[in-house]
């Protein structure tokens, strides 16, 4: 088998398995107790992505240059490194709705490249003069795997906003105790003042005098909660896990942003003597940046926690899709790559 | 101005009774105002007290820091969708006063504000420089003060009611301090001990890193007036084998003539192009020579895209290219050289032409248009029709007069700039590109207590909630 009947073969199953592990996904969210649903989606995923990488590699060997020169092989590294973070995510959250969300863009971006692109526009092209450097690895790879850990940190503050819909939230201090209790020996609080805890069954209470400390208690915390205090540990909300996870992934992304829009100013000042001409795509990489800044910024605002940062964070999805598809739509500039210079 | 923002080196939950939320308490008094005095010197005060009590305030106000991020950003979003630098005649027929586009953007409107060069109007780069006092006042004002406070290693907490506000706390009966330090240690905390009290700490360099992010922005933002102050730039079309000196300059800064180069030039030897077989273009290149007074070579290199020639703070770069001429001879005559010259094409690809007389009267001619530099021209007759086409060290017959094709000479065109703030601006790049990563990293801090015989243990981090919950469950479970 060839390299090209392989890449044909390669970016169908691509897709056909990301199809699959959307549905197992879904299927997930919709029955939370069935067994091993989670481990099937994790392996789909897993298969996607080993098959993506090792589409990229074939055309790797085929065209003799790392493949990032045309929109189907970025659209196929983007789709790798949502499939990458989206592990990520899922090890940092341990929650099976990471996977609902990354599936289907994944599955939508390879849909996009394999079935919809035309032919013409999928085959490997000589790079054009301005590209042949090696920052264009740098760079465009930078951007790319940026583009896709923004994606997946926007995506979970979406699933963050639609997880709280309608609720009023309050972040971190507050807790509404869904989370796991688990056989407790000590006492655990989450600010000890807001702790308005539902009653935990009967069943999970730990069972009386075991190395707790039941009897110091009110000497200690007689102040506000005494009546309150639960025995058991209780864990960051739903809530509270998507949104610092979303955080943590968009905190990811943000740096490979900075040093992707960095390694291009270098390179566009070594190449043709400007680090920025404010030219559309740079602009738009300027604009992807200063909207995740001012999310990041949000965060540590006092009384902005929880949907209004959520909200940026959701934005910050449609600016990286102007930013990577929609600037080229414009067909101006340098990242159009069909002229020199 | 009393605004109540926590900005990143600020606990916005503080559990000590320190007044750890606001470092500066209070840092500037109400100066009293002077009961006598020159009207002058009283004005001078209230224009400090107005600096001190509220501009500065204003300026350090992380909410105005975010409302300014995404105003640039939503008035850089106009440059990208109305086209920059074009012509009157280009925006009067793009955008009619009637009908106007949405009702209001008509080509006076867009004229009047300046859409038509967002990034350089005055109201643009007023906004970047209210960002950059913003950016001034937070580093200096918040973040620095701020980092005192993290630095302390005695940040010990005394009494049982502190724990209480912690998001994560916990206490256990019959432990002792020593029980958690090799926990925390494992963990590669940095522990504090003093009697029965507890402080550790990791991460740190994720409270610092966001400050050095600022202060590399405000680098990169000197060296960006530095470079737009003394730096130029300059394009010259130079034909293969000519010598030139830089003279085209078409932006250069108020201070950029110390810069421009007058005592060398630069002779181009050859320009020429590689094409890949299937005839696309695979590579241009200038072989250039520099020199000095005396027209001594001083340096040489054959540059192509994305790689330059520099010489004294002056870069060439291959940029452009054009024909410039078109060398014939007309049946035994000695070769002539006639100039080229680009025709608009309609946009459909650039074309090179011009006319050559085939009679010794000019009363009769034929026109020859070229498209690359692959050696081959298009021969049109009198009335505009192709009369063949025509291949370097080939001739043909036309009008009765063999007409021979030596050689088409090519120009390069090359972007020559100086930029002295290139230095700092590459400075800050590389200060910002490790500290953005850096900043990463959450800082993590634990307090311990014992009183009576129980240990009660709290913990907070900044950024990484999540991973820290585990941490700190995984240390409980351990203790018990």
Same mark, same amino acid.
């Given at each position: ?6 890449? !044909? ?71 790798? !490194? ?104 000590? /006492?655990?609080?989450?600010? !000890?003042? %807001? ?28 102040? *506000? ?22 955080? /943590? ?77 929609? &600037? ?14 | ?98 009908? %106007? ?7 006076? &409107? ?23 006092? *913003? ?75 966001? &400050? ?27 034909? *293969? ?9 078409? =932006? ?96 459909? !690809? ?46 043909? =017959? ?7 094709? =030596?050689?088409? &000479? ?66 409980? =479970?351990?203790?018990?």
């Amino acid at each position: 088998m060839d390299l090209v009947t392989l890449q !044909g073969w390669l970016d169908n199953a691509s897709f056909g398995v990301l199809f699959a592990t959307m549905l197992v996904y879904w299927g997930c969210v919709a029955f939370p107790t069935a067994p091993y649903v989670q481990t099937v989606g994790s392996t789909g995923m897993a298969i996607a992505n080993l098959s993506i990488a090792a589409l990229l590699g074939a055309r790797w060997i085929d065209a003799g240059y790392f493949p990032l020169s045309n929109l189907y092989e970025s659209l196929f590294f983007i789709a790798w !490194g949502i499939t990458a973070v989206h592990f990520i995510a899922e090890s940092m959250s341990r929650s099976r709705l990471v996977g609902a969300f990354t599936a289907p863009t994944a599955m939508a971006i390879t849909a996009f490249a394999a079935l919809s692109l035309p032919d013409a526009m999928q085959h490997a092209e000589p790079l054009v003069p301005a590209l042949k450097s090696n920052w264009l690895m740098m760079h465009v790879s930078v951007m790319l795997l940026s583009y896709a850990c923004l994606m997946v940190g926007a995506l979970l503050a979406i699933a963050f906003l639609i997880v709280t819909w309608g609720q009023t939230v309050e972040l971190r201090g507050s807790s509404v105790g869904t989370g796991a209790y688990r056989d407790a020996k000590y /006492r655990l609080r989450r600010n !000890g003042a %807001a702790v308005t805890l539902p009653v935990a069954p009967a069943s999970l209470a730990p069972s009386g005098g075991t190395a707790v400390l039941p009897t110091t208690a009110p000497s200690v915390t007689a102040s *506000s909660t005494s009546g309150a205090v639960t025995l058991s540990p209780q864990r960051l909300t739903l809530a509270d896990t998507l949104d610092n996870i979303s955080y /943590r992934i968009i905190g990811l992304g943000f740096p490979l942003l900075t040093v992707g829009i960095i390694a291009g100013a270098v390179w566009a000042n070594e190449a043709w003597g400007s680090y920025w001409s404010w030219d559309p795509k740079e602009t738009w990489a300027l604009i992807t940046w200063l909207v995740f800044a001012a999310y990041l910024h949000a965060r540590i605002t006092k009384g902005w926690q929880g949907r209004r940062p959520a909200l940026l964070a959701a934005s910050g999805f449609a600016v990286v899709w102007i930013c990577y598809l929609g &600037v080229n739509l414009l067909g101006k500039g340098l990242h159009s790559y069909g002229w020199f210079l | 101005m009393g605004f109540s923002i926590s900005v990143v080196l600020m606990p916005s939950k503080s559990p000590s009774a320190a007044p750890a939320s606001s470092p500066h308490p209070n840092p500037h008094p109400p100066t009293p105002a002077p009961a006598k005095g020159t009207r002058l010197s009283r004005v001078g005060l209230g224009l400090r007290h107005y600096l001190k009590r509220e501009l500065l305030p204003l300026l350090a106000d992380l909410r105005l820091a975010i409302a300014l991020l995404l105003a640039i950003a939503l008035f850089s979003t106009l440059g990208t969708v109305i086209e920059q630098g074009e012509s009157l005649a280009f925006y009067q027929s793009n955008y009619p006063a009637d009908p %106007a586009l949405f009702g209001f953007l008509s080509w006076r &409107v867009i004229l009047l504000i300046g859409l038509d060069h967002v990034y350089r109007t005055w109201w643009f780069l007023a906004l970047l420089i209210l960002f950059g006092a *913003s950016l001034t006042t937070c580093t200096f004002k918040r973040q620095i003060p701020a980092l005192r406070w993290f630095s302390r290693t005695w940040n010990f907490y005394t009494t049982p009611r502190q724990f209480e506000k912690f998001a994560l706390s916990a206490e256990f009966a019959d432990r002792s301090l020593e029980s958690v330090v090799p926990l925390l240690e494992k963990r590669r905390y940095r522990v504090f001990q003093r009697d029965n009290l507890l402080y550790a700490h990791k991460g740190l360099v994720g409270r610092i890193a966001p &400050v050095v992010v600022h202060a590399s922005m405000l680098l990169i933002l000197v060296g960006a007036i530095i470079g737009s102050m003394t730096g130029f730039f300059a394009q010259e079309m130079v034909p *293969s084998g000519e010598t030139f000196r830089v003279q085209n300059v078409f =932006d250069a800064g108020p201070w950029a003539e110390r810069q421009i180069p007058k005592d060398w030039s630069v002779h181009v030897n050859r320009f020429w192009i590689d094409y890949t077989p299937e005839g696309g273009i695979d590579q241009f290149y200038s072989d250039l020579s520099v020199l000095d007074d005396q027209g001594a070579e001083v340096k040489r290199k054959t540059i192509h895209v994305n790689e330059p020639l520099r010489y004294k703070g002056v870069t060439l770069y291959q940029a452009d290219w054009a024909i410039a001429a078109i060398r014939i001879h007309l049946n035994n005559s000695p070769v002539l050289q006639l100039p080229m010259a680009q025709i608009n094409a309609g946009g459909s !690809g650039r074309l090179w032409g011009t006319w050559i007389p085939t009679k010794p009267d000019l009363s009769e001619g034929v026109s020859v248009i070229a498209k690359d530099l692959q050696g081959t021209v298009i021969i049109y007759d009198q009335q505009g029709q192709i009369a063949g086409t025509l291949r370097q060290g080939m001739g043909a =017959d036309v009008n009765g007069v063999q007409l021979g094709l =030596d050689e088409l &000479v090519g120009s390069t065109g090359l972007q020559i700039k100086a930029d002295p703030g290139i230095p700092l601006v590459y400075a800050g790049f590389g200060l910002l590109m490790l500290s953005v990563m850096l900043s990463y990293f959450s800082h993590s801090q634990v307090w311990g207590l014992v009183e009576g015989d129980t240990l009660f243990m709290g913990g907070k981090t900044n950024r990484a909630q999540v991973a820290f919950e585990r941490e700190m469950v995984a240390m409980f =479970d351990q203790l018990v």
